[in-house]
């Protein structure tokens, strides 16, 4: 039973440039949720999609987008790429909406921004 | 809004050692509360668990037990092996609202 799985696992933009990363979650599962963590910090979160809407979200700006797949497949989208945008995005799954329910998470994507 | 605060690290002990990391939270509602472990380079894998007032959660010789009178979820182990060695993560999620996390404690152990 496959996990959570992330691509790609490394990543090196410029400032401006736009980024696509992609999640697949676990068999099962319905839910993305994506989160980002910078150096030395707990996990942030920026959305969470359900049903292929976006149906929560953290305090990130509009340059953060997302999208699901009718498969519950996820992307997250960043434009306009800030320096400050360096940090590993994580996804996690989850069975239903209700976040209660655990997630699991991804091992990451690990983005760096010049 | 919901909140959940760790103890400072790093935290340095020697193996077969006792392990205490502090975790409290602030939550409207009954809140689910989770401790999660992240090795390096990796990501978050789930630890244990506790989703009432009470529970006590356990897995690979971890425990922790959901404190409602001092919203606390204390994170224990009796032996630590160097294995342990790891960031752990002390989180919260409530009905309708999404996961929140503590700013995390790192953990290493020596031989």
């Known amino acids: 039973d496959a996990g959570v799985t992330q691509s790609p696992t490394h990543l090196i933009k410029t400032r401006g440039q736009q980024v696509t990363l992609r999640c697949s979650p676990k068999s099962g599962h319905d839910t993305v949720s994506w989160y980002q963590q910078a150096l030395g ?3 942030q979160f920026i959305f969470q999609y359900y049903e ?3 149906r929560q979200r953290g305090n990130f700006p509009d340059r953060f987008s997302g999208h699901q797949f ?10 306009a790429l800030l320096l400050g945008d360096s940090a590993l995005y994580l996804c996690a799954s989850s069975a239903g909406f209700w976040v209660q329910e655990t997630q699991y998470f991804g091992p990451g994507t690990r983005l760096l921004v010049l | 809004g919901n ?4 103890m400072e690290g790093p935290v340095t002990l020697s193996e077969e050692a006792f392990l205490t990391i502090n975790c409290t939270y602030t939550a409207t509602g009954y809140p689910s509360l989770f401790w999660y472990v992240q090795y390096p380079g990796e990501g978050l894998q789930l630890l244990l ?5 009470d529970d006590k959660g356990s897995n690979k010789g971890f425990e922790a037990t959901y404190r409602k009178e001092t919203t606390s979820f204390h994170l224990e182990k009796g032996s630590v092996q160097v294995s342990d060695s790891a960031v ?5 999620s409530s009905y309708g609202q999404n996961f929140v996390f503590g ?3 790192r953990l290493s152990v020596l031989p």
């Open chain 1, 70 to 79: 009718p498969n519950y497949s996820s992307e997250l989208n960043v434009n």
């Open chain 2, 88 to 92: 752990y993560f002390c989180a919260l």
């Open chain 2, 49 to 53: 668990k506790a989703t009432k007032a």
């Open chain 1, 52 to 54: 292929e809407e976006e």
């Open chain 2, 3 to 6: 909140s959940v605060t760790q």
């Open chain 2, 103 to 105: 700013p995390g404690t």
């Open chain 1, 41 to 43: 910090q707990g996990p």
